[in-house]
């Protein structure tokens, strides 16, 4: 039976057919996945084998690879860290079946870019989730800068006193916000509706999450503060 709202989302599907990787250990919700973005237009490769995907990624270049947390052995945390090992700079959305905020840190820290729940599982909203992602960016010379902090908008590079730094796309997305909107307090609500989406499902506490990470890279080794708490409203970009 057609799905109403995939079939929307499939008038904005790439004419270029991107292939998406999945690696899943379930074969009826790997196929609920694969099916889904067929549907709206995506080629896919379905799999639940880590070293065969690892291997598809590297001969295939998928555009993305959505990945099963709870693969055995903390394989899908291995293959993100493998991934990022290698440079590679694929998004990948981790499908979990818990969204706590463990979950999200170890998410990070192995380098994912995103995650899904898998129950309930959502088709529309895994699908706005990959759009968002493989999105056509546009190019541009464009260049944001607060202070040493310099953000490319073309190259989708960040420096700070010169040094790069390695975001994921939604740490990247997430500090674009915020030097788009310099010394502005912006809150939780704003930030959710413009880097998440405004119907993004979820804990809201997902920001602090993605902040504490943010900070961690943009301020090591002794720089100064430029992402600042507002208690009790959300948070600003400034110089003390």
């Not at 960040?158 to 939604?170: A, C, F, H, P, Y």
Request: aromatic share 8%; with cysteine; hydrophobic share 40%.
């Amino acid at each position: 039976m057609s799905n109403p709202a995939i079939d929307r989302m499939a008038e904005t599907a790439s004419n270029l057919i991107p292939c998406i990787l999945i690696l899943e250990s379930q074969e009826p919700i790997g196929k609920y996945v694969s099916d889904d973005l067929q549907e709206v237009g995506y080629e896919t490769i379905l799999t639940n084998n880590a070293d065969i995907a690892f291997q598809q990624t590297f001969e295939r270049s998928p555009a993305m690879v959505i990945i099963d947390r709870g693969l055995d052995n903390e394989s899908a945390l291995v293959f993100c860290e493998r991934l990022r090992q290698k440079g590679s700079r694929i998004p990948v959305l981790l499908m979990m079946n818990r969204d706590g905020v463990d979950d999200r840190v170890i998410c990070l820290e192995v380098g994912a870019d995103d995650y899904f729940l898998k129950q309930p599982y959502r088709s529309d909203a895994l699908i706005k989730m990959v759009q968002f992602y493989l999105k056509t960016e546009v190019t541009t010379q464009e260049q944001l800068r607060f202070g040493d902090l310099v953000l490319d908008l073309g190259t989708r590079q960040v420096l700070r006193n010169g040094k790069t730094i390695d975001l994921t796309m939604k740490e990247f997305e997430l500090l674009k916000y915020m030097m788009e909107h310099p010394r502005d307090v912006l809150s939780r609500e704003q930030i959710l509706e413009n880097v998440w989406g405004f119907d993004y499902v979820g804990e809201s506490n997902v920001i602090e999450v993605y902040i504490r990470y943010l900070r961690l890279k943009i301020e090591e080794e002794g720089g100064k503060r430029l992402i600042q708490t507002v208690r009790g409203i959300g948070y600003v970009l400034r110089e003390n």
